[in-house]
């Protein structure tokens, strides 16, 4: 009998499988990715270091969409919003991995290079360096939280009787296009204006 011509397992179909299972679930386990791809558990620890050794490669699949190049282009404040844009776009296609990967450590090589280079960043643009991760790690929880909130209805508010809420009725009733993406222009606007505020006090 012919060997395969492609290996049964492999780091990249384990961290696909492990995604689907959490686009699916919300978490995963060693044992049901292995069972998913119908291979024994421990076959799977051959290719990756248990579960954390999964969910770095979970992150770096979710980070992958990040354009990390933006951080090159431009006037740092114009390089960090697109930054987070492209963030925000990448994470709200896994919202259910969000949790998961907000809890661990990052360790993941190409991951901590973004980093990297968001820190070059602002480093160069003249922040004090106790202020760059407050920086970064503020517009981590915009982008975050409001990749969670595109995973949302759309419709958030159920008015079962308007007259018991008429401001909230007309509010709701007077916004135009996608409130989430508003909201999150609209708090993006104020970070970057605290953080510009920030680097000229500095």
Do not use: C
Request: net charge negative; charged share 25%; glycine share 6%.
């Amino acid at each position: 009998m012919g060997r395969p011509h492609r290996p049964l397992l492999d780091r990249e179909r384990i961290a696909t499988t492990a995604l689907d299972i959490v686009d699916e679930r919300g978490e995963f386990s060693v044992p049901q990715v292995a069972k998913r791809l119908g291979v024994q558990t421990a076959s799977v620890y051959h290719h990756v270091d248990g579960r954390d050794g999964i969910v770095e490669l979970l992150r770096e699949r979710v980070a992958s969409a990040i354009e990390s190049e933006t951080l090159d282009r431009g006037p740092w404040d114009t390089a960090l919003a697109a930054w987070a844009r492209s963030y925000r776009a990448a994470f709200a296609a896994h919202p259910r991995a969000i949790p998961l990967l907000t809890t661990s450590p990052v360790r993941a090589p190409r991951v901590l290079d973004q980093y990297e280079r968001a820190v070059g960043r602002l480093i160069d643009a003249g922040f004090a360096l106790p202020d760059v991760m407050p920086v970064i790690i503020a517009l981590e929880n915009l982008v975050l939280g409001s990749a969670l909130d595109l995973a949302a209805p759309e419709s958030m508010w159920e008015l079962s009787d308007e007259s018991a809420t008429p401001r909230l009725a007309d509010a709701l009733g007077a916004v135009r296009g996608s409130r989430t993406d508003q909201a999150f222009e609209l708090a993006l606007a104020g970070y970057l204006a605290h953080v510009r505020a920030l680097l000229e006090a500095s």
